[in-house]
Every structure is written in C-alpha cells, then in structure tokens.
C-alpha cells in the first residue's frame, strides 16, 4: 500500500504511516520495535503473489490457482473526500498488479449496515474510533465484540454459519489479552500484552492500516497554558487558560 503517496497527495503531506492498531499518540503503549512493517513494493507483491498460487494470464489480469480473475467491490461513506481519495489510489495501485477493484461510494448508513449487519461486503475502508487506552478498541478485538466485523462470531450474527466459523489461533491470543489485562495493575506487564497485541496484528493484518494524520494548532501568544494533544486538541484544559491583556 503506497501510503507515502497517501499522504502527500491527500493531506499535503501531514501524516505519517501507520503499520499497528495502536496510534503513536498513545506513547504509553505504542510499540514501534514489535510492528512488521510492510514497504510499498511491487516486486515483492507479485512475488507473494506467485508463492499463494496467483499467476497472471495473458491480458495481464490477476487469478487465481482455479483461473478466477481477481475482483472485488470497495466501499467507503461517499462524502469524506479522504477516504474517498484513499479508495481512488488503492484501485489504481491495485491494477498495476492485475485486479480490478470497482470503487462505490455508499450513503454512510447503508456502509455500516452492510458492514455489521448484513456481511454484505467484500471491501472497505473506513474509520474506528481510537483513544489512548487500548481497550477503548476492546469491541473491535473481541471474538464476541459487536465491532469485529471480518469475523464475526455466530453468537453475536445470526448471518455467520457456525459450521463454517473458525477463529485462528492468534485471534484467540488477542482476544485473552484483552480480556485478562483489565485484571492487570502492573503497567509493565500490561505494556507487554498489549505490544504482542500490535506484534500480532501487524503480521496476521487482520486490518490494513493507513496513516495517521497530523494537526497544526496556531494560537496568539497571549495564551497562557495552552498544551495542545492529540486526543484533547486544544481546549481540553481549558479551565486553566488565561489571556495576558
């Protein structure tokens, strides 16, 4: 995923790559050394391409070991320019290695509905709320969470055939990690957990992730105690702002 490119043509180059679940604004469990970060790379797309059994035939289209074309429908909530934009590189990109990615913009609310309660999706880009606790993310990452849309449990979608549901092993790991840290009151300890959590989703990529953008705050410096964060922005303290006169 060219996500160089991302960023500079969608936000002027204000961003930087995102290769974990885990954004860098939450220092206190952001793991850098444990992510498996995956460069933009053609070659070596096709190359992993070739070794999972793809081939291409001879009007330069993706398929399969069956000789299926490769094909799929993207979706994102039409309007937000950014995503929108997202979607766009990603089918142009993607045709340069032979499949064909239509784009549809949908209304918001059918995009979720089709994401979380029908199942009716083949591929999407869209945005999950974060914070700076990581188990603020905890109903994305359950096995039984509302929000784990590309592998929902039976119990939780009637839409999902329990005879055909299969949780791999390391989203089983996952999902004991979030369940057993809420007992934890050693940070150290909980820092661990929660570096194989981004360990293990940056190799299994259950999500493919973007970027994460960067803000520019400008104020007078009549200000005083202005501290602008990534999660406040820059009025969260604003009981302790003053103005000089």
């Known amino acids: 995923?060219?996500?160089?490119?991302?960023?500079?043509?969608l936000l002027?180059?204000?961003?930087r790559p995102q290769w974990g679940p885990i954004s860098e604004a939450?220092?206190?469990?952001?793991?850098?050394?444990?992510?498996?970060?995956?460069?933009?790379?053609?070659?070596?797309?096709?190359?992993?391409?070739?070794?999972?059994?793809?081939?291409?035939?001879?009007?330069?289209?993706?398929?399969?070991?069956?000789?299926?074309?490769?094909?799929f429908i993207l979706m994102t909530n039409a309007g937000n320019t950014v995503r929108e934009g997202i979607c766009n590189i990603l089918r142009d990109e993607l045709a340069k290695l032979g499949m064909k990615v239509t784009f549809v913009p949908l209304d918001f609310n059918l995009l979720v509905e089709k994401m979380l309660n029908t199942g009716d999706w083949e591929a999407i880009v869209i945005g999950l709320t974060g914070s700076d606790e990581p188990q603020g993310g905890r109903n994305v990452w359950a096995l039984k969470g509302t929000l784990h849309f590309w592998n929902?449990?039976?119990?939780?979608?009637?839409?999902?055939?329990?005879?055909?549901?299969?949780?791999?092993w390391w989203e089983v790991e996952i999902d004991r990690i979030f369940a057993e840290n809420v007992r934890i009151l050693d940070q150290k300890k909980v820092f661990e957990m929660f570096s194989r959590f981004q360990e293990l989703v940056s190799e299994y990529l259950p999500l493919i992730y973007t970027f994460q953008q960067d803000y520019?705050?400008?104020?007078?410096?009549?200000?005083?105690?202005v501290e602008p964060t990534a999660f406040g922005g820059m009025l969260w303290n604003i009981d302790w702002i003053w103005k000089k006169q």
């Open 1 to 9: 995923m060219p996500k160089d490119l991302m960023i500079d043509t």
């Open 12 to 15: 002027a180059g204000l961003g």
């Open 26 to 71: 939450a220092a206190a469990y952001y793991n850098d050394a444990v992510l498996r970060k995956y460069p933009y790379d053609l070659d070596y797309a096709r190359m992993m391409l070739e070794l999972g059994g793809f081939k291409w035939d001879a009007q330069g289209n993706l398929i399969d070991a069956n000789g299926n074309k490769v094909e």
């Open 152 to 168: 929902f449990h039976p119990e939780v979608k009637p839409f999902v055939d329990p005879a055909i549901y299969e949780a791999p």
């Open 216 to 225: 520019l705050y400008a104020y007078t410096n009549k200000l005083q105690n």
